[in-house]
């Protein structure tokens, strides 16, 4: 997005003129700028895979989240009280830029992260938020099926997906509760000022399924140091999420699997591209992801039992 670009977006907006705008670290999805104007700094997010119902959505959820204070980043409206702006490729949507970045995974930020998420699972949203998750088992299968003909072969990643899609049809959607997920809850997704949580952001993929889902999702995003599961930083993470919501026994114990489970459904979301167009990027990190699988896998008795000294300590 160039300056022009930027210049011309503001006019809609009582912001002041431009400053100056710099490109954040992209994303797959979105492109991120951080922008000061007359009135301070905004975040300038373009997004570039969503279609506009869905979008509106999300901020429809944003707006609900305000009513109980949680810490994430609040769209801008524009002049007309409206917050979307139609690009000729995407949408931009401006939001109050929070200052901070993003954290090193310890034991405090995993108990930051597990308290919000507790929080959240708790949040009743509208029906017309309880959408399905775009990570699906279904959809694993259908991309299991589609690889023979994909335009980027990779055989040895394909067989391993279509394997490992195989086992986990039998072990998922199990019956846990559900609620309102955020369902991609990484380091990248959120801004910390030292070890302070202040925002969870990009709620684009929020949707309604198994609770212990997000919790699982967030496990990988924040307890894996060097690709290698930190018992303390999965109790910190659980100990957080725990003053908010217990976890039934059926959750506690289906906790290892979910936890590989929902590795795998990222994986899904990387390969899906991958398949399609080379990228060294997310090669690597579906590489790495199948390497955390297989060694959650491996370990599931072990990782079970530290999860059952986990609760008898919550009890």
Not at 85 to 111: C, E, R, S, W
Not at 228 to 235: I, Q
């Amino acid at each position: 997005m160039n300056k022009s670009q930027v210049k011309q977006i503001l006019e809609n907006y009582e912001l002041g003129g431009l400053q100056n705008y710099e490109e954040l670290s992209p994303g797959y999805a979105n492109r991120n700028y951080r922008v000061t104007t007359g009135s301070g700094v905004i975040l300038l997010r373009w997004v570039l895979e969503k279609n506009y119902q869905d979008l509106s959505l999300e901020l429809d959820l944003l707006h609900g989240l305000k009513g109980i204070n949680f810490p994430t980043a609040y769209p801008i409206a524009r002049d007309n009280g409206k917050y979307i702006t139609k690009l000729p490729v995407g949408f931009v949507v401006l939001y109050d830029f929070i200052q901070g970045q993003h954290p090193d995974l310890g034991i405090a930020p995993a108990h930051s992260i597990g308290e919000a998420l507790g929080k959240l699972s708790i949040f009743k949203p509208s029906e017309d938020l309880k959408r399905a998750n775009a990570i699906n088992i279904d959809g694993c299968i259908l991309l299991a099926d589609a690889l023979d003909d994909a335009a980027n072969p990779l055989p040895d990643i394909f067989k391993y997906f279509k394997n490992q899609t195989e086992f986990f049809k039998t072990r998922v959607d199990i019956g846990v509760p559900k609620g309102l997920i955020h369902a991609d809850v990484f380091p990248d997704n959120t801004i910390f000022d030292g070890e302070n949580l202040r925002a969870i952001i990009d709620f684009e993929e929020a949707c309604w399924d198994e609770l212990l889902f997000d919790l699982s999702m967030a496990i990988n995003g924040f307890c894996f140091p060097n690709n290698e599961l930190s018992y303390s930083f999965l109790e910190s993470i659980l100990n957080g999420y725990l003053m908010h919501r217990k976890l039934t026994r059926e959750e506690w114990e289906a906790l290892p699997i979910y936890i590989a489970w929902t590795a795998h459904g990222m994986l899904s979301w990387h390969l899906e591209r991958l398949s399609q167009t080379p990228s060294q990027r997310q090669e690597q990190r579906v590489r790495e992801l199948m390497s955390r699988v297989v060694d959650i896998l491996d370990r599931e008795e072990s990782l079970s039992h530290s999860i059952r000294k986990i609760r008898e300590t919550t009890i």
